[in-house]
């Protein structure tokens, strides 16, 4: 366990010790902890380079502790998620030397461009509940339309704030808060805030301010609205409106799902000379490096008996690609063309989406599910592309019903991504899952 880890998991002993003893019932009381396994495999090959397949395999381990509140109007609580994930492959992914983070895979790197055999972390977050607010201090895991944690490797990426959550007002959900650092996916420590354009190379760039804050208001039981505001500090300010409707139909449903995003530039990168220090955005070719960008998208969802069937579009508009926070080492974004491999973010990129998904239950074999997706861009002006770009991919998914191995999920994605960025990739990803509740 890394020095980090060790300290934050003794932080966490003291402040459970340090709470009253009668205080402590419903602390211990309400608490649930859980013991998940995750075996992932992963396989990447470049179709149109001489480059050679790339393939890692590990195993991780998570113990997820989750308090209950102490007792009295303002209740205190602590979460801790332990992990810590062990190579199996016995080879090492290529990369460069005295970088810790290799884009793309699952594990630190040495000093010599090999992936270490094992690394962990633990995240602790203190809460604190009045009423029917709580607040949020440590390590945080965002499901945001403007910050989405990425969990498309062995371990997830995390990120590391404060979050107050409050459902005072019947149907209104507000959140707001502020982000400082981010551990990404394949490394034990914190790293400061970038985005596309400016994550990497000799001015490389990062902010320690990320705010945000934002409304889901359940208008009816059908129709949802959101409003979130993000601001990474010195690199962007984000709004972004969401509307989601399902309509009941004499024979399956309908499923709407309207998004706006309009981004806008902030500090340094507003300014000629804080570009020329590298506060810069990808983007169109021949663009400034300052973040301006507009994206709607409109999905619409038809399921009736276990099929559901999507058809939607995305345009991004404006100089820069699309603004969000990104290391360089993964990333998942609230978008509807948000692909195993491609994002479809591009400045100026026009896509069509297309989905089918099954649930075979409807054909006694409940527990399997499997979808297929087609995302086609084009229209792209970013630097370097060849102006279109599309994505394939391919799921099945199984969780055991019975017998000894009830509960184990199995999971098969594959992926192919040809254009853009000069790379014709293909992927698979093996995932096997199972967890057990301790308490």
């Not at 498309?152 to 959140?175: C, M, Y």
């Not at 984000?238 to 004499?250: A, N």
């Not at 086609?376 to 019975?402: C, F, H, L, M, T």
Request: no cysteine; net charge neutral; proline share 3%.
């Amino acid at each position: 366990m890394a020095p980090l880890a060790r300290s934050m998991a003794l932080s966490a002993l003291a402040a459970v010790l340090a709470i009253p003893s009668m205080a402590q019932a419903e602390f211990i009381k309400d608490s649930k902890a859980t013991l998940s396994l995750k075996n992932f495999y992963i396989n990447q090959d470049v179709r149109n380079q001489d480059a050679p397949r790339s393939e890692e395999w590990g195993q991780a381990f998570f113990l997820d502790y989750k308090s209950g509140f102490t007792e009295g109007p303002v209740g205190f609580g602590l979460d801790v998620l332990a992990m810590h994930a062990l190579r199996l492959d016995g080879g090492g992914r290529s990369g460069k030397a005295d970088i810790e983070r290799s884009p793309g895979g699952m594990f630190p790197l040495e000093s010599n461009g090999k992936g270490k055999t094992d690394f962990g972390r633990v995240g602790v977050t203190g809460k604190l509940r009045f009423s029917r607010t709580e607040a949020r201090l440590g390590t945080l895991l965002p499901k945001m339309p403007v910050l989405v944690y990425n969990d498309g490797r062995l371990l997830p990426q995390l990120f590391h704030g404060a979050q107050i959550t409050s459902n005072e007002i019947k149907d209104l959900t507000l959140t707001a808060g502020k982000i400082e650092h981010s551990t990404e996916r394949n490394s034990s420590d914190s790293y400061g805030l970038s985005i596309s354009g400016a994550n990497s190379g000799s001015k490389a760039q990062f902010s320690n301010e990320f705010y945000f804050a934002g409304a889901d208001y359940k208008a009816t039981k059908d129709l949802l609205l959101q409003y979130y505001y993000g601001n990474l500090r010195d690199f962007y300010k984000q709004h972004f409106f969401g509307l989601v409707h399902d309509w009941k139909l004499p024979v399956g449903s309908l499923k709407t799902d309207l998004r706006y995003f309009y981004s806008d530039s902030d500090g340094k990168n507003e300014s000629a000379s804080g570009r020329a220090e590298g506060y810069v955005s990808s983007g169109a070719d021949g663009s400034s490096g300052e973040v301006d960008n507009d994206l709607w998208s409109a999905l619409f969802t038809y399921s009736l008996a276990g099929h559901a069937l999507s058809a939607g579009y995305q345009k991004v508009s404006g100089d820069s690609d699309f603004p969000n926070i990104f290391q360089g080492s993964g990333r998942s974004l609230y978008l509807i063309t948000d692909s195993q491999l491609g994002k479809f973010a591009s400045a100026g990129e026009n896509s069509w989406v297309a989905k089918y998904a099954y649930d075979f239950a409807q054909v006694g074999v409940p527990g399997l599910k499997a979808s297929l997706a087609y995302v086609s861009g084009d229209d792209i002006d970013a630097a370097g592309s060849d102006k279109r770009e599309w994505e394939r991919n391919i799921r099945v998914d199984y969780a055991i019903q019975g017998g000894p191995l009830k509960g184990v999920g199995l999971s098969w994605r594959n992926a192919a991504l040809r254009g853009n960025d000069s790379r014709d990739l293909d992927e698979n990803r093996l995932i096997v899952t199972y967890s057990i509740p301790l308490l």
